[in-house]
């Protein structure tokens, strides 16, 4: 048995032979990160995207809109993932209240983060009397692209890895010990960054999903919900942090996605209604 696992460590890859560095560029005291930009392209990326789909017929709410809406999800992101973190995760973190804002480090949680976002939308149509669904059913859309980058650069930082393993695939990280674990940063990339963003994609521009108000963020909902949960059983579970049932904080945390997502799937047609657009210049029954 220990003969085997020596084995198998000696011919697994190692992430420091991938040549990898979480810090791109470094002059004095001016660090560029590469998690620092995944967050920069998520939040641009997502800005650039919201234009596109606005300027279709029949959306829910105008450029200016977006251009409000990416300063609230930006602040939404930031306190609510590190917020999110903390509470679900780190609240060992409250009796060190310097450790909390070294952001840098990493340490940011995807549902605190997405309460911080559904904040921002809500602070969003109560300022413009916007409809909170359809409104929520455009910004989904834009998430999955910021997923992908944020998960990539936890791959590059080497950190957030999986559990133990014997794929071929499998990857010894600095932080992990001798162990072959699964670099489960770039499942996570693959399924709730790349695979739920074409579903979106496809959902949004090849179907009249649109239209029906919820029936986008209820696809964003069971399908983030099931990737997560998926992918909790290859990722090392937080050390001391324990979900429901048995199950990981992770997988907990996203039960109630996927609930919330089918029901929001199946009962969309009831509230399908006649739309009439903010930005464009067609009318959509």
């Not at 609230?72 to 930031?78: E, P």
Request: glycine share 12%; proline share 5%.
């Amino acid at each position: 048995m220990i003969l085997a696992t020596l084995t198998e460590a000696a011919t697994a890859i190692k992430f420091e032979d991938l040549g990898l560095n979480p810090i791109l560029f470094e002059y004095g005291f001016l660090k560029i990160r590469w998690y620092s930009l995944a967050y920069i392209a998520a939040i641009v990326g997502g800005w650039w995207y919201l234009l596109k789909m606005v300027a279709q017929p029949g959306a829910p709410f105008a450029r200016r809109h977006v251009d409000d809406f990416i300063f609230y999800a930006t602040l939404g992101i930031i306190l609510g993932g590190r917020l999110g973190y903390i509470l679900f995760y780190r609240p060992s973190m409250l009796n060190t209240p310097t450790e909390m804002f070294k952001l840098w480090e990493g340490g940011m949680s995807f549902h605190g983060g997405l309460i911080g976002v559904a904040i921002a939308i809500t602070w969003l149509v109560k300022s413009n009397k916007l409809s909170w669904l359809r409104t929520a059913d455009y910004v989904v859309c834009a998430v999955p692209a910021g997923m992908f980058f944020g998960r990539l650069a936890n791959f590059v930082n080497g950190e957030l890895w999986g559990r133990e393993t014997t794929v071929a695939w499998g990857m010894i990280f600095p932080e992990g010990g001798p162990i072959v674990r699964h670099p489960s940063q770039l499942y996570e990339a693959l399924l709730e960054g790349l695979l739920l963003g074409l579903i979106l994609l496809w959902a949004f521009w090849k179907t009249d999903a649109r239209y029906y108000p919820g029936r986008l963020v209820g696809i964003f909902g069971t399908g983030m919900g099931v990737f997560r949960f998926i992918v909790e059983y290859f990722r090392e579970p937080d050390a001391g942090v324990f979900g429901l049932f048995g199950l990981s904080m992770g997988q907990t945390l996203s039960f109630p996605m996927i609930l919330i997502g089918l029901y929001l799937i199946f009962s969309a047609k009831g509230r399908r209604v006649r739309i009439e657009p903010v930005s464009g210049s067609q009318s959509v029954a």
